[in-house]
């Protein structure tokens, strides 16, 4: 008789996705629909490229990171302090080819014009499963990169930008973003950093606490601080009050000596995950810096990193869950369970379906955004469907998608570790990690209310204008549907959940209203997510269908048109109820 042992017996075949964007048929589709054929066909080797990378070296360098996480060496053995922030050799090597890769530097090199956004960030997508949370200082070196390119001063543009946006390892910088105080983070009017000109240096120094610096080893960093105004007139102790009284500043981080710049590292946190990242806290005496923008005009200045790192928090979101539809999928083709593979029995295909569904839907809202940020960075402006249409849609959107892309990667995290029973509990499949980590998007780069309140701020701001954008462009994207019976049902709930917004907007902006309508904001936001999802999936089934009907021959065409057919009418057909609950619960949305 022959017993089973560690050696001997049934051992489980490994599930191994090989190369994201060859094996999932949903990117490469929405790809091939926002960008010219030719664009498409040029950067595809580029993204079966990165998928290689992240599945061989990157897979091993994000094990690296997260098994040697960075310490701070506060003082050497002669008491001196020397605040040395020892970081994983993974994580300094995934500095180097992120510049290599061309990670930023593909967005602003503008190589493919509108287009270069999409291929960057769908780059960014499959680069992330490598790069594990080197996203971050990523994401904030984008968007420190966008506010130079939009207020820099030349020589930040020669010094600074030409670095963030380099290729060359040798030269690229990464930039940190730091706003969160102890006070507050969603609320930074009760920022304590204060920032005086010295004279001597023709600089601003700056001194204050910093809360949280994730990106602690970056080159350089955008920072809010109080302005000390020299005119005694301006306010009590020559500083305003509040949010107003924030100018927004560029400092080097480490001189050219490595030496820190007036900056010393108190602490390193201690986190529920983004444990591969240097978050710290830090004390800034006398950092050299100079202002960004106008005085007081802080907040408003930073806002451009704000909006190009939500959506980096999204395209991670939107990664996450590439990953484990295709892990899940992959699993259940080889796991047997009651003699039946996983991938055939009615529930387990269910669960599946659901969590495809979901990140179908975030993968053409993300995208869909992605595409309109790469028009207003590459177009004129002043053109109208730019200025009329993509400005304020993507305003209104960005927070919208940010929250909801975040609250739904974690939900699905949950499914995923389900969908690979205990062994997706075990730390070795890594799915416990990306939970971890999605996490945190719900958090930093706004928590998920102040995201909703921003859109209210938005509604306030432009009138209603950005919601009847918004209104107009999904009846736009309906109206090539609403001849075809089959999709009766679809355009009939979209429309009906338009309805339901506007009401619910008109009804509570009053002033008496206000207390309601902030109550109500998360669950605007998340029924106004749920409603665009809709009509980009049907928009991109109309356009699956067509290239289908083009080309009759195509099986594989064909059979992609009718799966995004099913998975659009499906989210559609059941928008309405979920809508409704949305709006008229407070908090329990989701
Ligand atoms: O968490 C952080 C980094 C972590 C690492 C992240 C890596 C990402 C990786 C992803 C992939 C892995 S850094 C800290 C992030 N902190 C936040 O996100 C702060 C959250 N709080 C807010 O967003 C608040 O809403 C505040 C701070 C913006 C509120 O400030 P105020 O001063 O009270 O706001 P006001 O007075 O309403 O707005 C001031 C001005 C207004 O314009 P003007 O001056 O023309 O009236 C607003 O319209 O700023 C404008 N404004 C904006 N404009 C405010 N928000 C925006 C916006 N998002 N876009 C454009
Ligand atoms: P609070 O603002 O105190 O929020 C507490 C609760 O109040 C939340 O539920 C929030 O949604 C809610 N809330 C706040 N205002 C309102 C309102 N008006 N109405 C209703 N509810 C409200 N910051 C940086 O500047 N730089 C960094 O590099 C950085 N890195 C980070 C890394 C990590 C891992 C984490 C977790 C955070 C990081 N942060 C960073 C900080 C992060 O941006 C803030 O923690 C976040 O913006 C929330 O601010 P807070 O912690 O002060 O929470």
């Known amino acids: 008789m022959v017993f089973a042992t560690a050696d001997v017996g ?60 960075p310490r701070l060496r506060q003082y050497d053995h002669w008491c001196r302090r020397v605040d040395d922030l020892l970081v994983t050799e993974a994580w300094t090597k995934q500095k180097a080819i992120a510049a290599r890769e061309g990670v930023v530097a593909i967005a602003y090199e503008r190589k493919y014009g509108q287009y270069s956004r999409v291929y960057q960030m769908a780059k ?32 930040m543009k020669d010094q600074v930008y030409s670095r963030l946006t380099s290729r060359d390892p040798s030269k690229f910088f990464t930039s940190g973003q730091w706003m969160t105080e102890r006070p507050g983070g969603s609320d930074i009017s009760r920022t304590e950093t204060q920032a005086v000109w010295d004279e001597e240096k023709k600089a601003w120094s700056v001194s204050g606490f910093k809360w949280f610096s994730s990106a602690t080893d970056a080159d ?12 005694p007139s301006i306010a009590p102790g020559n500083m305003k009050d509040g949010s107003r009284g924030l100018s927004l500043y560029l400092a080097r981080v480490r001189g050219d000596d490595g030496k820190l710049n007036g900056v010393r590292i108190h602490r390193l946190k201690d986190k529920v995950g983004t444990k591969a ?37 999204s395209m991670n979101c939107t990664s996450a869950m ?93 499914e995923a570790m ?34 909703a309140l921003d859109v209210l701020r938005v509604m306030a701001e432009t009138g209603g204008a ?5 209104s107009d462009t999904i009846r736009r994207m309906t109206t090539p549907l609403k001849s075809q019976p089959q999709w009766a049902k679809s355009v009939k709930s979209l429309e009906e959940c338009l309805v339901l917004i506007a009401i619910r907007f008109t009804a509570y902006s009053t002033p008496d209203g206000r207390k309601t309508l902030e109550a109500s904001a998360r669950g605007l936001s998340f029924a106004m997510a749920d409603v665009i999802a809709g009509a980009l999936l049907c928009e991109h089934s109309v356009w699956s269908e067509a290239k289908a009907n083009a080309n009759p021959s195509n099986k594989v065409a064909s059979s992609e048109a009718s799966v995004d057919k099913l998975f659009a009418q499906r989210w559609c057909e059941n928008l309405y109820r979920r809508v409704d609950h949305q709006i008229h619960s407070l908090g329990q949305e989701e």
């Open 466 to 470: 950005a919601l009847q954008v918004y």
């Open 418 to 451: 389900e969908c690979f029973g205990g062994q997706g509990y075990m730390e070795e499949t890594g799915i416990g990690r990306i939970m971890r980590d999605v996490l945190v998007n719900t958090i930093w780069e706004g928590t998920s209310n102040v995201m």
């Open 277 to 313: 990242v240097p978050t710290a806290e830090l004390q800034l005496e006398g950092m050299i810096a100079q202002q960004v923008g106008q005085t007081y005009k802080g907040v408003k200045n930073i806002s451009a990193i704000l909006n190009i790192t939500r959506m980096h928090c």
């Open 10 to 69: 049934f051992k489980q075949d490994v599930p191994q996705v090989q190369n994201a964007f060859l094996e999932d048929p949903v990117l490469a589709s929405i790809l091939e629909r926002l960008m010219p054929k030719d664009v498409f066909a040029e950067i595809t080797p580029d993204l079966v490229h990165i998928c290689e990378w992240s599945n061989t070296e990157g897979a091993e360098l994000v094990k690296r990171m997260e098994d040697d996480q």
């Open 124 to 155: 960014l997508m499959l680069w992330t499963s490598g790069a594990g949370l080197y996203s971050c200082p990523i994401a904030m070196t984008d968007g420190c990169a966008r506010v130079i390119e939009l207020i820099g001063t030349q020589e």
């Open 322 to 414: 590439q990953g484990f539809v295709l892990q899940a999928k992959e699993y259940a083709r080889r796991r047997m369970v009651f003699g039946m593979l996983l991938k055939d029995l009615p529930l387990h295909l269910a669960t599946l379906a659901n969590m495809e569904l979901q990140y179908r839907a975030t993968s053409q809202f993300t995208l869909y955004l992605v595409a309109m940020l790469g028009r207003i960075e590459a177009l004129d402006n002043n053109l109208p469907e730019v200025r009329d249409h993509d400005i304020p849609l993507l305003r209104l959107l960005t927070p919208i998608l940010k929250m909801w892309s975040a609250k739904n990667a974690f939900a699905m995290s949950q």
């Open 220 to 231: 350089v960093t955008m920072l809010l601080a109080r302005t000390h105004d020299p005119n």
